[in-house]
C-alpha cells in the first residue's frame, strides 16, 4: 500500500506529480484559504506524511493524535510553526528547505530596504493620488543606500547573500551573530559586532535570524533607543522578534526613520493594526522567497525530504536530527 500524504495548500504542479508516483497524496487546493485547522487534525491523525506550510501550526496537541506521522515536510527554511521537541519526543520527521531560497530572499530583502530608503510606496501613491503638482527640491527625499552602514543580524545563508548585495552597493557591513564568520569577514568584508554595537552604528538593521526563544521579541524599546533616528529597521525574519507595539512608538516619536515589514506578529496583519496607518512603513504580505523559480524548486526540495522519509531514508534537510540518535 501506498503511503498516504496530506499537502495543506496548492503547490506547484510539478511537486504534486513527484509525490503521486509514490504516494496517495490529499491536498488541500484552495488557493486563498488555509486548511481550516479541524480538518488539519483530522487528517494528522491518520497520515503517514504531511506537507506544509509556515502559517500552519503543527502543535503536541495534534502530534499526540497521530497515528501513522512520520515526517512532516515544511515548505520554508524557518519552522517555528512546528513544536520540534514533540515531534522529535514522537519520532517524527521534521525537514525545511534551506539555500533554495537565499537569493530570492536576499532580493526581496533588498528591495524592501530601497523602497523603505527611498519611500518608493508612498511615492507612487503620490502619484496616483493626483498631489503630484510641481518639481520640488525636497520632495520625498529618503536615506542615501549606496555607501550607508548595514547592520545584518543573523549572518546565516541569506544574511550572507544579502551582504553580497550591500558590498554591490558600497556599504560597511556589520553584523551580530550567534557566532563569528570568519569566511564572510574574509569574503565580504563584514566586521563582526555587539548587538549594541550594530544599533547604534547603523543606517538600516536588518533581521534575518531565526526565530526562537531567544530572539523573540530581540528589537523592543530599549533596542529601537539604541538605534539612530535617521535609522531603518527592515524585518523579513518573523514578526515575533520585534515588538511591534514599541516599534509603533518608536516610529511615531521619531527614534528611528522608517521600517520595512515582510512580516508580521499576526499573519494576515490585521487592517486596523496601527503600524498600517504610517506612511513611513512599508509593509508586505511575507513574500521574502516568492519569487516563482524559487518557489516552485521549493517545492520540490519539500516534496523530495518527503519522499526520502517515508522511503526509509534520512532526507536531506532534516531539522530534527538528534531522532537518529533514539
Ligand atoms: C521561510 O521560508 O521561512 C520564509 O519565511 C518564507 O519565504
Given at each position: ?60 496537541e495534534m502530534m ?182 514599541d516599534l509603533y ?78
Open positions: 500500500m501506498k503511503p498516504s500524504i496530506f499537502i495543506t495548500r496548492k503547490i506547484p504542479e510539478i511537486a504534486v506529480q513527484m509525490l503521486r508516483e509514490q504516494c496517495e497524496v490529499e491536498m488541500w487546493d484552495k488557493e486563498d484559504i488555509p486548511v481550516p485547522v479541524e480538518i488539519l487534525r483530522e487528517k494528522v491523525k491518520t497520515v503517514d506524511g504531511l506537507y506544509c506550510m509556515l502559517s500552519d501550526s503543527i502543535n503536541k499526540e493524535e497521530a497515528q501513522n506521522l512520520k515526517v512532516i515536510s515544511n515548505l520554508a527554511v524557518g519552522y517555528n510553526n512546528i513544536d520540534i521537541q514533540a515531534a522529535s519526543e514522537k519520532g517524527i520527521m521534521v525537514t525545511n528547505t534551506p539555500g533554495v531560497l537565499n537569493e530570492a530572499t536576499a532580493d526581496l530583502t533588498f528591495s524592501l530596504l530601497m523602497a523603505t530608503a527611498r519611500r518608493i510606496p508612498e511615492a507612487s501613491d503620490f502619484v496616483r493620488n493626483g498631489e503630484w503638482k510641481s518639481w520640488s527640491p525636497m520632495l520625498l527625499t529618503g536615506q542615501d543606500v549606496f555607501g550607508a552602514t548595514i547592520g545584518i543580524i543573523g549572518m546565516g545563508r541569506i544574511g550572507e547573500a544579502v551582504a553580497r548585495r550591500a558590498k554591490g552597493f558600497n556599504m560597511n557591513i556589520l553584523y551580530h551573530n550567534r557566532s563569528r564568520k570568519e569566511q564572510a569577514e574574509k569574503e565580504l568584508g563584514a566586521t563582526y559586532v555587539s548587538l549594541e554595537e550594530l544599533l547604534a552604528k547603523s543606517d538600516f538593521v536588518v533581521l534575518l535570524a531565526p526565530f526562537t526563544e531567544e530572539t523573540k521579541n530581540l528589537i523592543a524599546k530599549k533596542e529601537l533607543e539604541q538605534m539612530k533616528e535617521t535609522s531603518i529597521l527592515i524585518n523579513v525574519a518573523r514578526g515575533g522578534m520585534v515588538n511591534e507595539s512608538d518608536a516610529l511615531v516619536q521619531k527614534k528611528i526613520w522608517a521600517a520595512g515589514l515582510d512580516v508580521f506578529e499576526q499573519e494576515p496583519v490585521p487592517l486596523d493594526h496601527p503600524l498600517l496607518t504610517l506612511p513611513n512603513v512599508v509593509v508586505l504580505p511575507h513574500i521574502g522567497s516568492a519569487s516563482i523559480k524559487t518557489r516552485i524548486t521549493m517545492s520540490e526540495v519539500a516534496a523530495s525530504n518527503m519522499l526520502q522519509a517515508l522511503n526509509g531514508q534520512v532526507p536531506s534537510d532534516l531539522v530534527n536530527t538528534n531522532i537518529l540518535t533514539r
